[in-house]
């Protein structure tokens, strides 16, 4: 027999008690879940991502982070790192090195200098991560060379 989760099975319960309940009820429920949780003023902020949710997938949500800190990036910052991400994946998994093709395999307006600069500490953060797991992770652990 499998070890459950209990997150899982407490889910389970949750889902199965309120499957055949009319969905006036489920939504009072739900605002008692809301005024409960949101009252403190350290939660205000997450009744915005808990609106979000189904209930399940925000117990989920939390049982992840089961009570820790998480802080969000801007939208700008997660644009960036989009528009990044891209550039990189095109340039290093398609072999895309001119700008101008770059420019029109991705869908934003970039800036070659930003972009560029970006490039070149993504390329190096890269690195570094690799020498750190080659010195003192799994290629050390497995002796490979």
């Known amino acids: ?13 949750l889902r199965n008690h309120f499957k055949d309940k009319p969905k006036l009820q489920v ?3 739900l605002n008692i879940v809301e005024i409960l949780m949101f009252s403190k003023d350290n939660f205000e902020d997450i009744s915005t991502l808990y609106s979000e949710f189904e209930l399940e997938d925000f117990a989920k949500l939390i049982s992840i982070f089961n009570g820790r800190t998480v802080k969000f990036p801007t939208i700008d910052e997660f644009r960036a790192n989009i528009e990044l991400a891209l550039v990189f994946y095109y340039r290093e998994f398609h072999n895309v090195k001119d700008y101008d093709e770059l420019k029109k395999l991705i869908p ?4 070659s200098i930003s972009v560029g600069n970006r490039m070149a500490k993504l390329t190096k953060d890269i690195h570094a991560m690799v020498m750190k797991e080659y010195n003192e992770g799994f290629f050390k652990e497995n002796k490979i060379e």
């Open 27 to 29: 939504e009072k429920f």
């Open 1 to 13: 027999m499998p070890i459950t989760n209990p997150t899982d099975v407490w889910s389970k319960k």
């Open 108 to 111: 934003f307006e970039i800036n």
